[in-house]
């Protein structure tokens, strides 16, 4: 089973980006023949610094070997060391209806959000579907809201195959409900465009203050808590802390005279834990940065044949030499 997925290089990485795609693409890792790589050719539908987008996609590769990619298991590499992946967007394109590209939701989410409409906006699930398809892809992990672009994936792969021949492997979207949206530090989704974001690595005093500045409600102390669902604190707190530790914390909240400052006390406790073995291996990739650049010059070297392979299976299918 071939597994395949990126992401972009866009900003600092929190954990949104953790649990909504790192860590089930680490655990996915075990399970098969696994392609990871660093999104930059999408990056450039938003980041038009060039020093940003190098140091960004630095800053991406190190932050994925830290949080546990193991470069033995997996193939990690730059997007753009891929060259074939662009050509393969534009036969991909010549099967892409309009329509479809009309009806899906980042394009209107990101012209919502301020960002100025561009044909590589628009175009942004072709290339995601060439990503995918030119590896031969059996399973794609993604959020939820990405699962749309999986299936216009599918669309495309599916009526290329049709038209020219069998040529691509159709994938499978693998969504964990469970982590499929990250609440952000004002209650809307995890996002840097919204300024709510927990920083994977970060200066323990700026993180500290980020998480004692979660927004809650004005229960007082005493009083048994409720609405806990409801609660961003608590919903983080689930994410880091272990079964035991979430029921003892249920229980104090419940029974009152346990506040929300001791749960986000508590909460940046769970979650500077969580992390202190990556902050550990990030410190060392930092001291080394040619190891970083050697692993992804290699995994571009493990990649690039499979994706010539498909290419050159494309153009001989469209009538190409």
């Known amino acids: 089973m071939r597994i395949l997925s990126g992401i972009q290089p866009s900003g600092v990485l929190h954990i949104g980006n953790y649990f909504g795609m790192m860590r089930p693409a680490i655990e996915l890792q075990e399970r098969g023949e696994a392609f990871y790589f660093i999104a930059d050719y999408h990056a450039l539908t938003s980041l038009h610094d060039p020093e940003a987008l190098r140091r960004y996609s630095n800053e991406v590769a190190m932050d994925f070997l830290a949080c546990g990619l193991d470069p033995k298991k997996a193939t990690f590499f730059r997007q753009s060391d891929i060259p074939e992946v662009t050509e393969l967007t534009w036969l991909l394109s010549i099967v892409t209806p309009m329509s479809l590209l009309e009806k899906c939701h980042s394009f209107k989410d990101k012209i919502a959000k301020g960002i100025s409409p561009s044909h590589g906006l628009f175009a ?45 492997t159709i994938p499978e979207p693998e969504i964990r409900d469970s982590v499929a949206v990250i609440p952000g530090l004002d209650g809307q989704k995890m996002s840097k465009s919204y300024n709510n974001t927990l920083e994977i690595f970060g200066e323990e005093k700026a993180l500290r ?113």
């Not at 939820?144 to 040529?167: A, P, S, Y």
């Not at 909240?253 to 550990?280: C, I, M, P, S, V």
């Not at 001291?287 to 044949?305: D, I, T």
Request: no cysteine.
């Open 124 to 168: 942004y699930p072709v290339l995601m579907a060439a990503d995918i398809l030119i590896y031969q892809s059996n399973l794609v992990p993604v959020g939820r809201d990405q699962k749309q672009h999986v299936e216009v994936t599918r669309d495309l792969g599916i009526k290329f195959n049709m038209q020219f021949g069998e040529t691509f």
């Open 209 to 321: 203050k980020k998480v004692m500045g979660i927004k809650s409600d004005s229960q007082p102390l005493e009083a048994p808590k409720t609405g806990l669902n409801e609660n961003i604190a608590w919903n983080l707190f689930k994410l880091f802390a272990g079964p035991a530790d979430i029921e003892a914390m249920e229980k104090r909240l419940k029974a009152g005279g346990t506040g929300w400052g001791d749960l986000k006390k508590a909460l940046f406790d769970q979650y500077w834990n969580y992390f202190a073995e990556a902050r550990r291996r990030r410190a060392g990739l930092q001291a080394n940065p040619g190891e970083v650049e050697r692993v992804l010059r290699e995994g571009a070297a493990r990649a690039r044949p499979i994706a010539q392979a498909t290419l050159r299976k494309a153009r001989q299918a469209v009538g190409l030499k």
